[in-house]
C-alpha cells in the first residue's frame, strides 16, 4: 500500500456549488481550517480511498474533519467531530512505505 501525502487548499464558498456527497478523511491531532494550504499525511486504508474518490471527480474536493480520538484505528461516525472543512486536492504525490 502507498501513503501518499496530500496537499489540499479550501476553496471559497461564497463562489464554489460543492456536490451534496463528498468523501470524508478523518484527521487525528489536526484541524484545518478555510484559506490554508496544508500537507497531509494519509496512510489509513478508508482515507486513501477517500482520496482516490475525490481524484476521481471533476473537482477535487474532500471534507476534513477532526476526530475525537487519535488512538482510534477505524472511527465510527460518532467518533468524529461533527464540524469540519471543504478542501480541494491541489497535488498528490504518493509515497512507498517503508
Sequence with gaps: MTDPETTTTNPSAQT???PNDLPLVPLREAVVFPKLVVPLGV???KSVAAINAAMNEEKH????AA???AEVDDVAPDQIYS????????????QACL
Excluded: C, H, M, N
Design 67 to 69: 476526530q475525537k480520538d
Design 83 to 94: 464540524v469540519g472543512t471543504v478542501a480541494e486536492i491541489v497535488r498528490l504525490r504518493p
Design 61 to 64: 474536493y474532500i471534507i476534513l
Design 43 to 45: 496512510g489509513r486504508e
Design 16 to 18: 464554489s456549488q460543492f
